[in-house]
C-alpha cells in the first residue's frame, strides 16, 4: 500500500514516542555552516549530538559516544549470534539555506486535505501546488511556523533510527543483526563522510535514513560538483572612475545571465536530467564570488555542463582586458549506483523490508546525494530509506507522523530481514 491507504499496528505503536523524539530534536539550532573552520561547523550540532549519546544509552544500547569530531555512534547487539553488522545512518545538520533557529514545531492533528495556514510570515502549504500533502488527508502532519525550517531534513530520520532502535532493544526476541548507529555532522555541506572512521564503524552496508516519500529506497544518486567563480575587477573611487573603474559584480551579473534559463536550470529540469545552479553571490565592485552547483547523473553529462559554466564565464570576463577570472572546480560525490551495483543484496534487503511493511517500494534515483554517496565510494554500500518529510529547505517544509513511524517500522523489519539473509 502507499499513501493514505497505509496503515501499520508496528507503525501505530511507534508513533507517539517518536513524535515526542522529533518535537525534541527539531528544536535544537543544528545549521551548518559552509566554509567550516572544524568539526562540526556549528556549536548546535554538538547540543543534539550530546542529547542523542544520553538517549541511546538509556535506550539500552552500547559504547554510545561523540568524538571530538562531532560524529555519534552506538551499537545494539545482536540476538541472532550471527555477527553480521549494519549500519543505520541520519545526520544531525540542517542547510543553511533558509532560516533554522528557533523551529516552533506544530502538529495538525487529522489533516482535513485542505490549506495549512502557518501563523507567521503568511506561508501556507497549499495542496494544490503540493501533491503529497493532498495524499495526507487524515495523516498528522508536522510543520514550523511558517518562518524556519522544520528540520525534518533529517531529524526525521534521526528519530526513525532512535525510535527503531529502541523498540528493538525493549524486544529482544525480535531478531536482529548486530546494529551500528551513527549521527554525522554537516551533511548538509558535503561534509558527512568526511571524518566518518568506516573501520571503527565495521559494519558490512549501512542506510542512511534521509529520503523523502513513504516506500523510497535510493540506490542512485547524482554526480556533484561544486563550482567558485571568482572574478577580479578593478576598484576605484566611482567619482573618479572614468575609464578605470571595472566593476567585478557587473561582469558577476552577466555570468550569471548568460546562463540558459530555459533548460540546464533546477526550476526547469526533472528526472534524469541535470542542471547548473548559482546559488549564491557575493560581490563588491572590486570583487566578486558566484558559487555554482553542477548536478548530472552520467560522468559525460557532467563534463559539458562544467564546459559550459567555465566557457561562459570566461567568454564574459574576456570582453574586458583589465578583469581576471579564477575557476575552481571540487567534486563533492560521485553516483552512488557505481558502487551499490556491486553489492545488490543490500538494495535486496531494503526492499524486502518495506514490503514485509506493508508499503510497495519506490526505486527511484535522488536529485541530490546523502552520506552514502561518499560512504558507498569509500567503501560501505549505503543506500538511502525514505523519512516521510517534504518540502526540504524551505520554510514550508513538513512530515507526516505516520509515514515518520513506517520509516522506523521499516528498520525494525530491516532487521529481521537481515538476520534471515545473513544465516
Not at 523523502?212 to 573611487?237: K, M, N, P, W
Not at 573603474?245 to 526550476?267: C, G, H, K
Not at 549505503?382 to 521499516?410: L, R
Request: with cysteine; aromatic share 4%.
Amino acid at each position: 500500500m502507499t499513501g493514505a491507504s497505509y496503515t501499520s499496528p508496528l507503525a501505530e505503536a511507534l508513533a507517539p514516542g517518536l513524535l515526542s523524539r522529533f518535537d525534541r530534536y527539531v528544536r535544537v539550532d543544528t545549521q551548518s555552516r559552509r566554509d567550516r573552520t572544524g568539526s562540526p561547523s556549528t556549536p548546535g550540532q554538538l547540543e543534539l549530538g550530546r542529547m542523542l549519546v544520553a538517549e541511546c544509552s538509556d535506550a539500552g544500547l552500547i559504547d554510545a559516544e561523540i568524538d571530538q569530531h562531532g560524529y555519534v555512534t552506538a551499537t545494539l547487539p545482536a540476538t541472532d549470534g550471527s555477527g553480521l553488522v549494519i549500519g543505520l545512518i541520519a545526520h544531525l545538520d540542517t542547510t543553511p539555506d533558509s532560516p533554522g533557529a528557533g523551529v516552533q514545531p506544530i502538529v495538525h492533528r487529522s489533516y482535513d486535505g485542505g490549506v495549512v495556514v502557518l501563523p507567521r510570515e503568511g506561508t501556507c502549504l497549499d495542496p494544490a501546488s503540493m501533491p503529497e500533502l493532498s495524499a495526507k488527508r487524515g495523516h498528522d502532519i508536522v510543520t514550523a511556523s511558517g518562518d524556519t525550517l522544520l528540520g525534518a531534513d533529517d531529524k526525521a530520520g534521526v528519530a526513525a533510527i532512535m525510535s527503531a532502535v529502541a523498540h528493538l532493544a525493549a524486544h529482544p526476541e525480535l531478531p536482529r543483526p548486530t546494529l551500528r548507529i551513527a549521527f554525522t555532522p554537516d551533511e548538509e555541506i558535503g561534509e558527512g563522510a568526511t571524518l566518518f572512521d568506516l573501520e571503527r564503524f565495521g559494519a558490512v552496508c549501512a542506510y542512511t535514513i534521509d529520503g523523502s516519500v513513504l516506500g523510497e529506497v535510493q540506490d542512485e544518486t547524482f554526480t556533484a560538483y561544486e563550482a567558485i567563480l571568482t572574478v577580479h575587477g578593478v576598484e576605484v573611487h566611482p567619482g573618479q572612475a572614468t575609464g578605470k573603474l571595472v566593476n567585478a559584480l557587473r561582469l558577476a551579473a552577466q555570468i550569471v545571465a548568460a546562463l540558459p534559463s530555459d533548460t540546464l536550470t533546477p526550476e526547469t529540469t526533472s528526472g534524469r536530467e541535470g542542471f547548473i545552479h548559482p546559488y549564491e553571490l557575493t560581490a563588491t565592485a572590486g570583487q566578486a564570488q558566484i558559487r555554482a552547483i553542477v548536478r548530472d547523473f552520467g560522468e559525460e553529462e557532467l563534463e559539458r555542463h562544467l564546459a559550459l559554466l567555465e566557457h561562459t564565464a570566461r567568454e564574459v570576463v574576456a570582453a574586458e582586458p583589465r578583469a581576471r577570472l579564477e575557476f575552481d572546480v571540487r567534486r563533492q560525490y560521485r553516483n552512488m549506483r557505481h558502487y551499490i551495483d556491486a553489492a545488490p543484496r543490500v538494495i535486496q534487503a531494503a526492499l524486502e523490508a518495506i514490503r514485509a511493511e506493508g508499503i510497495e517500494p519506490l526505486r527511484r534515483p535522488i536529485r541530490g546525494g546523502t552520506d552514502g554517496s561518499r560512504l558507498s565510494e569509500m567503501g560501505l554500500p549505503t543506500p538511502n530509506i525514505f523519512t516521510g518529510g517534504h518540502e526540504y529547505h524551505s520554510v514550508c517544509e513538513w512530515a507526516s507522523v505516520q509515514d515518520m513511524a513506517a520509516a522506523a517500522a521499516t528498520i525494525v523489519r530491516l532487521a529481521e530481514v537481515w538476520t534471515r539473509m545473513g544465516q
